[in-house]
């Protein structure tokens, strides 16, 4: 509960002065939920009109556990699902159980991201604004720009840039690993994300 507190008394209330209380949304993917779950909190109730959303990789879940209230759909009931499947190449984030941190989140809705549309988007940040992201980072963007675009314009829409892509050499940023999966990059705007 240490990480949940942490950005309960830290992140959230510096969101809050940086953005001097007028933001609309927070997103943010989860590990064990601290950061989502602190951060939403806070939020919460420093205006309960703050809309707080889980952004979920590839093989998590936690968008089942939000949207529907189940944490696996019945393909991936007990005993069906594979052992080691290929879910995701996105590190630190999404995971098949609900944490005590998690519990403690207030969330309005949850949106499910591809590893596609994470490579993507750390190579558009790194090409137009020069921040080498990782992966973790990369799918909070994607689900930044989703709710940007489901809100609408004249709102802000905050996430966290939590991991540098220097811990991610061995397989989001290595070249022949994408193409070997069939995720070598090819976007040059956020094309990637046209529904």
């Known amino acids: 509960m240490a990480n949940y507190r942490a950005h309960y008394e830290w992140t959230g209330p510096e969101i809050w002065e940086q953005t001097k209380g007028i933001l609309h949304a927070f997103v943010a993917a989860a590990g064990t939920g601290g950061t989502i779950?602190?951060?939403s909190r806070y939020l919460k109730e420093k205006n309960r009109n703050v809309k707080c959303f889980l952004m979920d990789p590839p093989?998590?879940?936690l968008f089942n556990k939000v949207?529907?209230?189940?944490?696996?759909?019945?393909?991936?009931?007990?005993?069906k699902r594979l052992k080691n499947p290929f879910d995701t190449i996105t590190e630190g984030i999404g995971i098949n159980r609900v944490t005590r941190n998690f519990m403690m989140a207030k969330l309005d809705g949850a949106y499910r991201g591809t590893d596609r549309e994470a490579v993507e988007m750390s190579r558009f940040l790194l090409r137009n604004d020069g921040l080498f992201v990782g992966s973790s980072s990369a799918m909070n963007c994607v689900g930044a720009v989703r709710v940007a675009r489901d809100l609408g314009p004249g709102h802000t829409i905050v996430t966290i840039l939590c991991d540098s892509g220097m811990r991610h050499l061995s397989k989001f940023f290595n070249d022949q690993y994408l193409a070997d999966h069939g995720l070598?990059?090819?976007?040059?705007?956020l094309e990637f994300l046209d529904k």
Do not use: N
């Open 67 to 79: 949207t529907r209230g189940v944490m696996y759909t019945k393909e991936e009931a007990e005993g």
């Open 184 to 189: 070598t990059p090819t976007a040059t705007g």
């Open 59 to 61: 093989g998590s879940g």
């Open 37 to 39: 779950a602190g951060v």
